[in-house]
């Protein structure tokens, strides 16, 4: 099984600023995920990112509020950009590979607060 | 497109009883399907999975599930209740048709233990 570490673990912000996230994997993994946790709430997929390319957004996300990177297979980060209070949620990193039925290993969260 | 259903929001059982969370899945094909426990400010924790071959699967903490196609349902159950066991439950399935890997959500069902 993959261990995933983020950075931070969580972060108060003023609405407006932008926060970028860490998702650090301890093995190469094909697949990288972000999901967003609002409160009280389950877990909706933000994008599929991508190694070398752009990320796949599903619908209601666009890259311009969540742009991702994902420079090599063990490293991806999310920014949430121009936060507003509506934005305050746990944001989770998950990996998978595909040898692994989809089974996705996820990582302990960021949650965000923005005031 | 691909959903899950988690009957009950909250469940309440006394410490030593049969836990029983419900889990139901919409698909002509038969998904790839999870089960994640998330304790409080915890990332999420994979129990189980069903992939293929035997219904019945075992996870971890005394936890099993059981896949039924004719019934379109995956319920979690453990036959006695630790109090160890209160936190949030979620169902998941990868949908292998589409050949999509990121997992779709249930709504989640909280588990309190009473003493």
């Known amino acids: 099984s993959a261990v995933i570490s983020q950075k931070p673990s969580r972060d108060i912000c003023q609405r407006g600023t932008s926060l970028t996230i860490q998702c650090q994997v301890d093995?190469?993994?094909?697949?990288m995920f972000w999901y967003r946790q609002q409160p009280g709430q389950s877990l909706t997929l933000i994008a599929t990112?991508?190694?070398?390319?752009?990320?796949?957004?599903e619908s209601g996300f666009v890259i311009d509020k969540f742009p991702i990177s994902r420079p090599n297979l063990t490293f991806s980060t999310l920014t949430v950009s121009n936060m507003s209070p509506e934005d305050s949620s746990i944001y989770l990193c998950?990996?998978?590979?595909?040898?692994?039925?989809?089974?996705?290993?996820f990582g302990p969260g960021t949650r965000l607060t923005v005031l | 497109a691909q959903s899950v259903t988690q009957l009950g929001s909250h469940v309440s059982v006394s410490e030593g009883a049969l836990v029983l969370l419900r889990c139901n899945y919409s698909?002509?094909?038969?998904?790839?399907l999870f089960w994640y426990v998330q304790y409080p400010n915890q990332g999420l924790q994979l129990l189980l999975k069903?992939?293929?071959?035997?219904?019945l699967v075992k996870g971890i903490n005394g936890f099993e599930a059981e896949f039924k196609k004719s019934e379109t349902s995956f319920h979690l159950t453990k036959p006695s209740a630790h109090m160890s066991d209160a936190a949030e439950y979620f169902c998941?399935?990868?949908?292998?048709?589409?050949?999509?890997?990121?997992?779709?959500f249930g709504s989640g069902t909280r588990l309190q233990v009473q003493p």
């Open positions: 990112a991508n190694q070398g390319s752009e990320a796949t957004y």
């Open positions: 069903y992939t293929t071959g035997a219904t």
């Open positions: 698909s002509s094909v038969p998904p790839y």
């Open positions: 998941a399935v990868s949908d292998i048709a589409t050949g999509r890997r990121a997992l779709t």
């Open positions: 998950s990996a998978a590979d595909r040898s692994s039925y989809n089974e996705q290993f």
């Open positions: 093995s190469q993994v094909t697949m």
